[in-house]
């Protein structure tokens, strides 16, 4: 379930699009713009386009059904991608009025002096450009807009079933700005900057550093009813659009007693050892795995303390003793245990159907995106493999141990660490920490999920060294065929689709990339990905397409 909006740790700068007067004032160019006109933000000239963005869309308004997929044929986006970008399933229901993070492509198209999100949206009967835009899209868009992003279509000439773009006003953050995504947000009634500040927990004083001051109230509420407004220039109907930066918001964790920790694991008893130096432990009635380490090693802790997703396994608490110098590290209890175990273990892998193993994949592809692109300084987690992968009840994925994560990009080091296997060759050989080496080790977890397998034999065999030569070599017409010779026996009497495997065997080379610069980011990972899962439920034996080169032809 989505936590409330006001409870929701964001790291991400948030564009508030507001509908408030706005006073005449100089604008810029270096700073985040706000838009001179009705017709969105100003492109920048140092902002980075294309770029991820998000819009805040309330459920349940203007007809459009309480479910994921028909918010996301709205805004053209997968029902898969909604419930990653909200922490929910995509079976769930938003509740009326629920906020969600619809995510979005935004760009900068040629000719185009605004940045934004193109939408294609199909007129009803009774559809305008201004009711569209102000009742369906809840003023993400303004019917001015509309009109000059399709010059040949007649605003008041419009057919039944004609294609229209819809551009959802967006903007890129530039590199001076610190931010890794922004939000577009439409004011509501009763909103103000003091509001804001205390919703998202930023200093009300950045609203005004990048807005200018607050003057008058807002022009509209959700649903498109007018209010209150004052008098102003720039924009039609003396709009004002509101830009906010939002910085990290943490959760005050637990903190234990050592005593709990002793009475909750036996003394730290054997019996109780999970793995390594993480111990299950039972403390009022809750199940938790501690995690023991030395105090230098909390460094572990201030990585945590930035990070907050579904896909990643869930900081708690802590606890210090101060006599000996222990930390202890207090996580959520993750049922399944890892998944490296559940892989090897011959009795367990049927339940990792080949639906599962997709799904695990498309999980961690979400953890390792939202550490690398939404938050800031990003975080390279230096040791993804199928042992820090944990699999919960409903054998979903979150990515466990940050242990030997980094914050920061592009940095290079002398003290080389990791499993053998999983280590990028260019962090082998230059010590080079970026995120593609994150990327080189999950293309290795994508080998394992496919093979069942191990990375590195006892004999020091690589997994990787085997798929080259019997998999991603060859005739690109023949790679179902070779992947579905390669897979795991365990696959061989399910309902796996061929091309579903074969895309992800697709995916697995584009990581694997020995040159780090030809990788994909996981953002492109996860939209491949979440494209297979779709066409898996029509079994057509089709997947998304990946070129002989190794590139995600995902977008």
Request: proline share 5%.
């Amino acid at each position: 379930m989505m936590m409330p909006l006001t409870r929701r740790r964001l790291l991400a700068t948030l564009l508030c699009l507001c509908a408030l007067p706005s006073p005449a004032r100089s604008q810029n160019a270096s700073a985040t713009p706000a838009p001179a006109s009705v017709e969105g933000f100003n492109c920048s000239a140092n902002g980075t386009y294309p770029c991820q963005a998000y819009a805040l869309y309330r459920a349940g308004f203007a007809g459009v059904p309480l479910d994921l997929a028909a918010v996301g044929d709205l805004f053209g986006v997968s029902r898969f991608m909604l419930a990653h970008a909200n922490n929910l399933s995509t079976s769930a229901a938003p509740a009326a009025g629920q906020p969600l993070l619809v995510p979005l492509q935004c760009g900068c198209p040629s000719g185009s002096p605004n940045a934004y999100a193109p939408t294609q949206y199909q007129i009803s009967s009774g559809d305008t450009f201004w009711i569209v835009s102000v009742t369906k899209l809840q003023n993400l868009t303004q019917y001015q807009a509309v009109e000059r992003v399709n010059p040949t279509v007649v605003p008041t000439k419009l057919e039944v079933a004609d294609m229209v773009t819809f551009p959802i006003f967006c903007q890129c953050p530039t590199a001076a700005q610190n931010a890794t995504a922004l939000v577009t947000y439409v004011m509501q009634q009763g909103d103000t900057y003091a509001s804001i500040a205390a919703a998202f927990a930023v200093d009300a004083q950045s609203l005004v550093s990048l807005n200018g001051p607050e003057r008058g109230t807002q022009l509209f509420s959700e649903g498109g009813r007018s209010g209150k407004s004052a008098s102003g220039s720039g924009g039609v109907g003396g709009e004002r659009f509101l830009v906010s930066d939002i910085s990290e918001w943490l959760d005050k964790y637990r903190v234990f007693k050592v005593e709990e920790l002793e009475r909750g694991t036996d003394g730290f008893d054997d019996a109780h050892l999970i793995q390594g130096s993480v111990y299950k432990a039972n403390i009022g009635g809750e199940v938790f795995a501690v995690k023991k380490m030395k105090w230098d090693a909390c460094e572990e802790l201030k990585i945590l303390q930035k990070v907050n997703h579904s896909n990643l396994v869930k900081l708690e608490g802590f606890c210090i003793n101060t006599a000996t110098g222990d930390c202890f590290l207090v996580y959520e209890y993750v049922e399944n245990g890892s998944l490296d175990l559940c892989l090897l273990d011959r009795a367990r892998a049927p339940r990792l159907d080949w639906r599962t193993r997709l799904h695990i994949a498309l999980d961690l592809a979400h953890g390792l995106q939202y550490i690398h692109e939404h938050t800031w300084p990003r975080v390279v987690h230096k040791d993804v493999k199928s042992s820090n992968v944990l699999l919960d009840a409903r054998m979903r994925a979150k990515i466990a141990n940050f242990g030997l994560a980094k914050t920061g990009h592009n940095a290079v080091t002398t003290h080389i660490v990791g499993t053998q296997g999983y280590i990028a060759p260019e962090y082998l050989v230059d010590g080079l920490v970026t995120t593609k080496m994150d990327v080189f080790a999950y293309g290795v977890v994508l080998l394992e999920l496919v093979s069942g397998r191990e990375a590195a034999g006892d004999g020091g065999e690589l997994l990787l060294a085997d798929a080259e030569e019997r998999v991603f070599r060859g005739r690109e017409d023949r790679l179902e065929a070779r992947a579905a010779a390669w897979m795991d026996p365990v696959l061989a009497d399910q309902n796996c689709p061929p091309g579903s495997v074969a895309t992800v065997m697709g995916v697995a080379r584009a990581c694997l990339q020995r040159d780090p610069a030809k990788r994909p980011s996981m953002v492109d990972v996860a939209y491949t990905l979440s494209r297979a899962d779709e066409y898996f439920a029509d079994y057509s034996g089709e997947s998304v397409s990946v070129d002989g080169s190794g590139e995600i032809a995902a977008r």
